[in-house]
């Protein structure tokens, strides 16, 4: 009983031990926990994501999918992280060319070795030298490594793709869903030999303007109002291995280990964990609001949203109520969401199936459903929708990737 209401009252410190023995660390707003070996990468928070939580995909045979010797050179930054991972599944999935790629992360991993498609790659620690000759960067090591290191390294010629809030509102930084503002980057192309930044989304934000966005073209929204249900991935590999620790501990009537949350995350939700504004909103909710407005080049439509941390393993859910400048009916948005890109339709109202976060984890698509009118907004005006996205795929390495290959 104490168990599962009590957290232990560890606090988030700079360095601790994880119970395999693995040197934990504050990487951003984390504590990684990792036991990398010359032998290989051997991290034991990622063997537990993707051999747990999530299917090996990494091709360790020996072909090599997208490589070619006309392909750009790429580097990736954090790869060792939960993200940088996923980029590799993603440029292996979808053949992304390439003639080298720099695995880059911080000087923990630097000098162990990983495999992918068939090669073996040294990680490096990531410098200033580290974008010498390189043409596309994705970056996903955190805020502070983004603005150390993505203006260098754009400097240098590289066009970077980064996966943090640094640059995202910045004025010349183009920030893009491809599906809905690919147009935002169309003066930035390998072909230019320019160096650039263009900044990835914050994942709720992109998750929910994947199904919004298809119906904001066809009728004008207003107003948007925004519920999400996050989950663990989007606080990194370490969270999602706390979830999984936390719900054994609890189920076996031990205290919870909590060393990324301040409190007990298993069988139970919080409001999510980013600091909270002088309005009162959190940076996360204050994200979806900025950030829309941004992507759909609309500084009128009101955007409000509360989001929530849900102990779910890797894909995001969230609540859209929207209101429309005119009449768009359930029927009309059903019909425009069954051909919008990387959109689903689960909405099987009979048999009360809906989108679900385990549905489309790993998977590319946005699934949209409860399609429904919002009774409350006369004439039409009104829809609720309800969208699960995968927040590592779509919400972050796909859309990173999708990006780089516009750039081609
Ligand atoms: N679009 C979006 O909404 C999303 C964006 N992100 C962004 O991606 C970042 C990483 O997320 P995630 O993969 O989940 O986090 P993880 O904690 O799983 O991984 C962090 C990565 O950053 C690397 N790193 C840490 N410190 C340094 C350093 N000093 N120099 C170079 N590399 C370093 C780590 O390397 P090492 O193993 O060597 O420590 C590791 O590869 C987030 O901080 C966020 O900015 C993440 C999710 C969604
Ligand atoms: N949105 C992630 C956090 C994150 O990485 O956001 P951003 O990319 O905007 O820093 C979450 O679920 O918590």
Not at 236 to 256: D, H, I
Not at 308 to 314: A, L, Q, S
Request: glycine residues 8%; contains cysteine.
């Amino acid at each position: 009983m104490a168990a599962s209401l009590h957290c232990s009252q560890a606090a988030v410190v700079d360095s601790v031990r994880s119970s395999q023995g693995g040197v934990g660390r504050r990487s951003g707003s984390c504590v990684c926990f990792s036991s990398f070996t010359s032998s290989g990468v051997q991290h034991s928070v990622r063997n537990l994501i993707r051999g747990v939580v999530s299917t090996p995909k990494r091709r360790p045979g020996v072909v090599r999918m997208g490589y070619t010797e006309s392909g750009p050179t790429l580097a990736i930054v954090g790869v060792t992280g939960a993200v940088g991972q996923e980029f590799l599944d993603v440029l292996s999935d979808r053949d992304f060319p390439y003639r080298d790629i720099k695995m880059l992360a911080s000087k923990r991993s630097a000098g162990q070795k990983m495999m992918f498609e068939g090669k073996e790659y040294v990680i490096e620690d990531t410098t200033a030298e580290s974008f010498k000759g390189v043409e596309i960067a994705l970056f996903s090591a955190g805020g502070s490594i983004s603005k150390k290191y993505g203006p260098l390294a754009a400097a240098q010629g590289t066009i970077v793709v980064d996966n943090s809030s640094a640059f995202r509102m910045d004025e010349g930084v183009p920030l893009v869903v491809p599906e809905v503002n690919a147009d935002a980057m169309s003066h930035i192309k390998l072909s230019n030999k320019k160096g650039a930044l263009i900044a990835n989304p914050n994942c709720s934000t992109i998750i929910c303007l994947m199904a919004a966005t298809p119906l904001y073209r066809h009728t004008k929204v207003k107003r948007m109002v925004v519920s999400t249900y996050q989950a663990a991935s989007g606080a990194g590999a370490a969270a999602m291995a706390e979830l999984e620790l936390q719900t054994k501990e609890v189920l076996q009537g031990k205290e919870p280990t909590c060393h990324i949350f301040s409190r007990q995350y298993a069988f139970n939700l919080f409001s999510h964990n980013s600091p909270v504004t002088g309005n009162g909103y959190n940076e996360e909710e204050m994200k979806l609001v900025k950030e829309t407005r941004k992507i759909w080049n609309d500084n009128e439509v009101k955007v409000t949203a509360t989001c929530i941390r849900v102990p779910v393993m890797r894909a995001h859910a969230e609540s859209i109520n929207l209101e429309f400048e005119s009449p768009l009916d359930e029927e009309k948005a059903r019909e425009i969401l069954s051909t919008a890109e990387g959109v689903i339709i689960i909405d099987d109202r009979a048999g009360n199936n809906f989108p679900t976060p385990l549905e489309v984890s790993k998977k590319d698509a946005v699934a949209v459903g409860r399609i429904r009118q919002d009774v409350s907004q006369e004439g039409n005006h009104g829809l609720d929708i309800f969208v699960c996205g995968d927040q590592i795929r779509k919400g972050a390495a796909l859309n990173a990737v999708q990006i780089a290959e516009l750039l081609l």
